[in-house]
Protein backbone atom coordinates (compact mmCIF):
# COMPACT_ATOMS: atom_id res chain seq x y z
CA UNK A 1 0.00 0.00 0.00
CA UNK A 2 1.31 3.29 -1.19
CA UNK A 3 2.11 5.96 1.79
CA UNK A 4 3.63 9.39 0.98
CA UNK A 5 4.61 9.79 4.86
CA UNK A 6 5.92 6.94 5.51
CA UNK A 7 7.89 7.08 2.37
CA UNK A 8 9.06 10.47 3.20
CA UNK A 9 9.94 9.26 6.97
CA UNK A 10 12.00 6.30 5.85
CA UNK A 11 13.80 8.38 3.12
CA UNK A 12 14.79 10.57 5.83
CA UNK A 13 15.69 8.03 8.10
CA UNK A 14 18.39 6.38 4.84
CA UNK A 15 19.37 10.26 4.64
CA UNK A 16 20.31 10.60 8.02
CA UNK A 17 22.56 7.40 8.36
CA UNK A 18 24.36 8.19 4.92
CA UNK A 19 25.06 12.06 5.97
CA UNK A 20 27.28 10.12 9.53
CA UNK A 21 29.07 7.93 7.73
CA UNK A 22 31.80 10.23 6.61
CA UNK A 23 32.29 11.68 9.91
CA UNK A 24 32.42 7.70 11.25
CA UNK A 25 34.95 6.92 8.48
CA UNK A 26 37.34 9.34 9.37
CA UNK A 27 36.96 8.86 13.20
CA UNK A 28 36.84 5.32 12.73
CA UNK A 29 40.39 5.32 10.62
CA UNK A 30 42.00 7.06 13.67
CA UNK A 31 41.74 3.04 15.36
CA UNK A 32 41.76 0.83 12.67
CA UNK A 33 43.23 0.10 9.23
CA UNK A 34 41.06 0.29 6.16
CA UNK A 35 41.11 -3.21 5.76
CA UNK A 36 40.18 -3.86 9.63
CA UNK A 37 37.34 -1.40 9.25
CA UNK A 38 36.17 -2.97 6.53
CA UNK A 39 36.22 -6.54 8.25
CA UNK A 40 34.61 -5.26 10.79
CA UNK A 41 32.03 -3.29 9.32
CA UNK A 42 30.91 -6.17 6.67
CA UNK A 43 30.98 -8.82 9.46
CA UNK A 44 28.51 -6.44 11.55
CA UNK A 45 26.31 -6.10 8.47
CA UNK A 46 26.63 -9.45 7.84
CA UNK A 47 24.83 -10.41 10.61
CA UNK A 48 22.03 -7.71 10.54
CA UNK A 49 20.89 -8.82 6.98
CA UNK A 50 21.10 -12.15 8.23
CA UNK A 51 18.87 -11.41 10.96
CA UNK A 52 16.39 -9.02 8.71
CA UNK A 53 16.10 -12.54 6.27
CA UNK A 54 15.00 -14.81 9.41
CA UNK A 55 12.66 -12.31 10.35
CA UNK A 56 10.83 -11.82 6.89
CA UNK A 57 11.18 -15.44 6.17
CA UNK A 58 13.51 -15.69 3.50
CA UNK A 59 16.46 -17.23 4.65
CA UNK A 60 16.13 -20.35 2.53
CA UNK A 61 16.20 -18.45 -0.35
CA UNK A 62 20.08 -17.69 0.01
CA UNK A 63 21.32 -21.03 -1.79
CA UNK A 64 19.04 -21.63 -4.52
CA UNK A 65 19.12 -18.02 -5.72
CA UNK A 66 23.15 -18.01 -5.26
CA UNK A 67 22.86 -21.55 -7.47
CA UNK A 68 21.10 -19.72 -10.06
CA UNK A 69 24.16 -17.46 -11.18
CA UNK A 70 27.37 -18.59 -9.00
CA UNK A 71 29.35 -16.42 -10.73
CA UNK A 72 27.55 -13.21 -10.82
CA UNK A 73 27.10 -13.50 -7.28
CA UNK A 74 30.64 -13.83 -6.85
CA UNK A 75 31.08 -11.11 -9.11
CA UNK A 76 28.80 -8.71 -6.79
CA UNK A 77 30.13 -9.75 -3.60
CA UNK A 78 33.83 -9.02 -4.83
CA UNK A 79 32.67 -5.55 -5.98
CA UNK A 80 30.57 -4.70 -2.89
CA UNK A 81 31.60 -4.79 -0.42
CA UNK A 82 35.09 -6.08 -0.81
CA UNK A 83 36.50 -3.98 -3.71
CA UNK A 84 34.59 -0.80 -3.64
CA UNK A 85 34.74 -0.13 0.25
CA UNK A 86 38.19 -1.34 0.33
CA UNK A 87 39.11 1.70 -2.17
CA UNK A 88 36.86 3.90 -0.32
CA UNK A 89 38.18 3.58 2.84
CA UNK A 90 41.83 3.94 1.23
CA UNK A 91 40.53 7.07 0.18
CA UNK A 92 39.19 8.53 3.37
CA UNK A 93 42.44 7.70 4.99
CA UNK A 94 44.40 9.73 2.35
CA UNK A 95 42.12 12.68 2.27
CA UNK A 96 40.12 15.14 4.33
CA UNK A 97 36.65 13.19 4.68
CA UNK A 98 34.85 16.62 2.89
CA UNK A 99 37.40 15.53 -0.36
CA UNK A 100 36.73 12.18 -0.48
CA UNK A 101 32.98 11.89 0.11
CA UNK A 102 31.98 14.44 -2.10
CA UNK A 103 34.62 13.17 -5.20
CA UNK A 104 32.52 9.51 -3.99
CA UNK A 105 29.21 11.38 -4.94
CA UNK A 106 30.48 11.42 -8.67
CA UNK A 107 29.28 8.20 -9.19
CA UNK A 108 26.13 8.63 -10.77
CA UNK A 109 27.48 10.74 -13.18
CA UNK A 110 29.83 7.43 -13.77
CA UNK A 111 27.00 5.56 -13.84
CA UNK A 112 25.48 7.11 -16.52
CA UNK A 113 28.47 7.07 -18.86
CA UNK A 114 28.88 3.92 -18.00
CA UNK A 115 25.57 2.47 -18.64
CA UNK A 116 26.57 3.45 -22.66
CA UNK A 117 28.70 0.39 -23.59
CA UNK A 118 27.21 -2.37 -20.74
CA UNK A 119 23.43 -1.46 -20.77
CA UNK A 120 22.86 -0.07 -24.55
CA UNK A 121 21.81 3.42 -23.32
CA UNK A 122 22.60 6.67 -25.12
CA UNK A 123 23.76 9.85 -23.40
CA UNK A 124 21.44 12.93 -23.60
CA UNK A 125 22.54 16.81 -24.56
CA UNK A 126 21.31 17.41 -20.79
CA UNK A 127 23.93 14.56 -19.64
CA UNK A 128 26.79 15.60 -21.63
CA UNK A 129 26.35 18.80 -19.62
CA UNK A 130 25.70 17.24 -16.19
CA UNK A 131 28.99 15.23 -16.90
CA UNK A 132 31.11 18.19 -17.66
CA UNK A 133 30.04 20.34 -14.64
CA UNK A 134 30.17 17.29 -12.09
CA UNK A 135 33.37 16.80 -13.18
CA UNK A 136 34.88 20.10 -13.09
CA UNK A 137 33.17 19.91 -9.61
CA UNK A 138 35.24 17.57 -8.31
CA UNK A 139 38.69 19.13 -9.74
CA UNK A 140 37.38 22.11 -7.96
CA UNK A 141 37.13 20.24 -4.81
CA UNK A 142 40.23 17.90 -5.24
CA UNK A 143 42.15 21.30 -5.91
CA UNK A 144 40.84 23.49 -3.22
CA UNK A 145 39.63 25.67 -5.82
CA UNK A 146 42.96 26.15 -7.54
CA UNK A 147 41.95 24.03 -10.93
CA UNK A 148 44.75 25.26 -13.08
CA UNK A 149 47.55 24.57 -11.07
CA UNK A 150 46.31 20.36 -10.44
CA UNK A 151 48.10 20.29 -7.01
CA UNK A 152 45.99 17.84 -4.88
CA UNK A 153 47.18 17.28 -1.11
CA UNK A 154 47.09 13.37 -1.99
CA UNK A 155 46.95 12.30 -5.99
CA UNK A 156 46.70 8.65 -5.01
CA UNK A 157 43.38 9.35 -2.84
CA UNK A 158 41.90 11.77 -5.82
CA UNK A 159 42.68 8.79 -7.77
CA UNK A 160 41.26 6.31 -5.28
CA UNK A 161 38.27 8.15 -4.71
CA UNK A 162 37.28 8.91 -8.24
CA UNK A 163 38.10 5.36 -8.70
CA UNK A 164 35.83 3.89 -6.00
CA UNK A 165 32.51 5.58 -8.45
CA UNK A 166 33.54 3.01 -10.61
CA UNK A 167 33.20 0.28 -8.78
CA UNK A 168 29.97 1.69 -7.06
CA UNK A 169 28.55 2.45 -10.76
CA UNK A 170 30.00 -1.10 -11.87
CA UNK A 171 27.94 -2.89 -9.21
CA UNK A 172 24.57 -1.01 -10.11
CA UNK A 173 25.32 -1.72 -13.60
CA UNK A 174 25.32 -5.34 -12.62
CA UNK A 175 21.86 -5.27 -11.25
CA UNK A 176 20.17 -3.48 -13.10
CA UNK A 177 18.34 -6.48 -14.64
CA UNK A 178 18.58 -8.69 -11.33
CA UNK A 179 15.62 -10.47 -10.82
CA UNK A 180 16.13 -11.67 -7.69
CA UNK A 181 14.84 -10.01 -3.93
CA UNK A 182 17.32 -7.23 -3.43
CA UNK A 183 17.99 -8.13 0.22
CA UNK A 184 18.89 -11.87 -0.45
CA UNK A 185 20.91 -9.96 -3.23
CA UNK A 186 22.79 -7.67 -0.76
CA UNK A 187 22.93 -10.33 1.85
CA UNK A 188 24.51 -12.95 -0.72
CA UNK A 189 27.10 -10.04 -1.24
CA UNK A 190 28.00 -9.91 2.08
CA UNK A 191 28.20 -13.64 2.79
CA UNK A 192 30.48 -14.09 -0.88
CA UNK A 193 32.73 -10.72 -0.23
CA UNK A 194 33.78 -11.54 3.80
CA UNK A 195 35.79 -14.53 2.75
CA UNK A 196 38.25 -11.78 0.13
CA UNK A 197 37.92 -9.51 2.97
CA UNK A 198 39.87 -11.96 5.58
CA UNK A 199 42.57 -12.86 2.82
CA UNK A 200 42.94 -8.52 2.29
CA UNK A 201 43.16 -8.09 5.73
CA UNK A 202 45.89 -10.31 6.17
CA UNK A 203 47.78 -9.14 3.50
CA UNK A 204 47.38 -5.37 4.20
CA UNK A 205 46.99 -5.34 7.61
CA UNK A 206 46.50 -7.67 10.59
CA UNK A 207 43.81 -8.81 12.97
CA UNK A 208 45.15 -6.76 15.86
CA UNK A 209 41.64 -4.97 16.43
CA UNK A 210 43.04 -3.62 20.09
CA UNK A 211 40.96 -0.30 20.07
CA UNK A 212 37.07 -0.54 21.14
CA UNK A 213 36.94 2.91 19.48
CA UNK A 214 37.35 1.57 16.30
CA UNK A 215 35.03 -1.52 17.26
CA UNK A 216 32.34 1.17 17.95
CA UNK A 217 32.76 3.10 14.37
CA UNK A 218 32.88 0.03 12.63
CA UNK A 219 29.75 -1.41 13.66
CA UNK A 220 28.34 1.44 13.80
CA UNK A 221 29.61 1.86 10.04
CA UNK A 222 28.19 -2.12 9.31
CA UNK A 223 24.68 -1.33 10.93
CA UNK A 224 23.96 1.68 9.44
CA UNK A 225 26.34 2.64 6.50
CA UNK A 226 25.42 -1.00 5.08
CA UNK A 227 22.59 -2.16 6.84
CA UNK A 228 19.85 -0.13 7.85
CA UNK A 229 20.25 2.68 5.66
CA UNK A 230 19.50 0.12 2.49
CA UNK A 231 16.95 -1.23 3.68
CA UNK A 232 15.35 2.42 5.03
CA UNK A 233 15.70 3.63 1.29
CA UNK A 234 14.01 0.18 0.15
CA UNK A 235 11.39 1.04 1.76
CA UNK A 236 10.76 4.79 0.90
CA UNK A 237 10.87 3.53 -2.54
CA UNK A 238 8.07 0.80 -1.74
CA UNK A 239 5.75 3.24 -0.01
CA UNK A 240 6.58 6.49 -2.69
CA UNK A 241 3.28 7.78 -4.17
CA UNK A 242 5.53 9.94 -6.19
CA UNK A 243 9.62 8.20 -6.39
CA UNK A 244 11.11 11.57 -7.56
CA UNK A 245 10.35 13.30 -4.90
CA UNK A 246 11.92 10.70 -2.61
CA UNK A 247 14.73 10.18 -4.89
CA UNK A 248 15.74 13.84 -4.48
CA UNK A 249 15.73 13.48 -0.73
CA UNK A 250 19.41 12.36 -1.06
CA UNK A 251 20.28 15.63 -2.18
CA UNK A 252 20.27 16.95 1.88
CA UNK A 253 23.51 13.80 2.25
CA UNK A 254 25.97 15.46 0.96
CA UNK A 255 25.39 19.07 2.81
CA UNK A 256 24.39 17.68 6.22
CA UNK A 257 27.41 15.40 5.84
CA UNK A 258 29.56 18.29 5.82
CA UNK A 259 27.78 19.59 8.58
CA UNK A 260 28.82 16.84 10.79
CA UNK A 261 32.61 16.59 9.69
CA UNK A 262 33.01 20.19 10.78
CA UNK A 263 30.93 19.68 14.34
CA UNK A 264 32.14 15.88 15.03
CA UNK A 265 35.77 15.79 13.25
CA UNK A 266 36.83 19.29 13.33
CA UNK A 267 37.61 19.28 9.85
CA UNK A 268 37.24 23.13 8.36
CA UNK A 269 35.34 23.15 5.30
CA UNK A 270 37.10 24.64 2.18
CA UNK A 271 35.25 26.89 0.25
CA UNK A 272 35.92 25.18 -2.75
CA UNK A 273 34.38 22.05 -1.36
CA UNK A 274 31.27 23.88 -1.07
CA UNK A 275 31.50 25.32 -4.70
CA UNK A 276 32.16 21.80 -5.69
CA UNK A 277 29.69 19.98 -4.17
CA UNK A 278 26.76 22.76 -5.87
CA UNK A 279 27.97 22.20 -8.90
CA UNK A 280 28.43 18.14 -8.48
CA UNK A 281 24.45 18.08 -7.48
CA UNK A 282 23.51 20.60 -10.17
CA UNK A 283 25.06 18.38 -12.23
CA UNK A 284 22.96 15.25 -10.53
CA UNK A 285 19.52 17.79 -10.72
CA UNK A 286 20.39 18.44 -14.73
CA UNK A 287 20.52 14.55 -15.29
CA UNK A 288 17.06 13.65 -13.57
CA UNK A 289 15.23 16.89 -15.13
CA UNK A 290 12.37 14.72 -17.39
CA UNK A 291 9.60 17.17 -17.62
CA UNK A 292 7.47 14.88 -19.36
CA UNK A 293 7.81 12.05 -16.81
CA UNK A 294 7.59 14.87 -14.03
CA UNK A 295 3.88 15.85 -15.77
CA UNK A 296 3.09 12.36 -15.67
CA UNK A 297 4.23 11.49 -11.75
CA UNK A 298 1.95 14.84 -10.80
CA UNK A 299 -0.57 13.67 -13.04
CA UNK A 300 -0.79 10.32 -11.26
CA UNK A 301 -0.16 12.21 -7.41
CA UNK A 302 -3.82 14.13 -7.98
Same mark, same amino acid.
Given at each position: ?????? =?????? %? =???????????????????????????????????? !??? !?????????????????????????? +???????????????? +?????????????????????????????????????? &???????????????????????? %? $??? =?? =???? &? @????????????????????????? %???????????????? !?????????????????????? $??????????????????????????????????? %??????????????????????? @??????????????
Amino acid at each position: MKNQKK =AYLYGL %G =AVACWSTVASAFKLSLNYFEPAQLLLVATFSSLLLL !LGL !LARQGKLHLLLPTFKQRPGYYTLLGL +LNPALYYLVLFQAYDL +LPAQQAQTLNYTWAITLTLLAVPFLGQSIRRQDWIAIA &LGYLGAMVIATKGDIFSLNFDSPL %G $VTL =AL =ASTL &L @WAGYWILNARNQADPLVTLTLSFLL %GLPVIVLATAWLSDFA !LDAWQGWVGAIYVGLFEMGFAF $VMWLLALRYAENTARISNLIFISPFASLLLLRLLV %GEQIYPATLAGLVMIVTALLIQQ @WQPRRRFANNTEAE
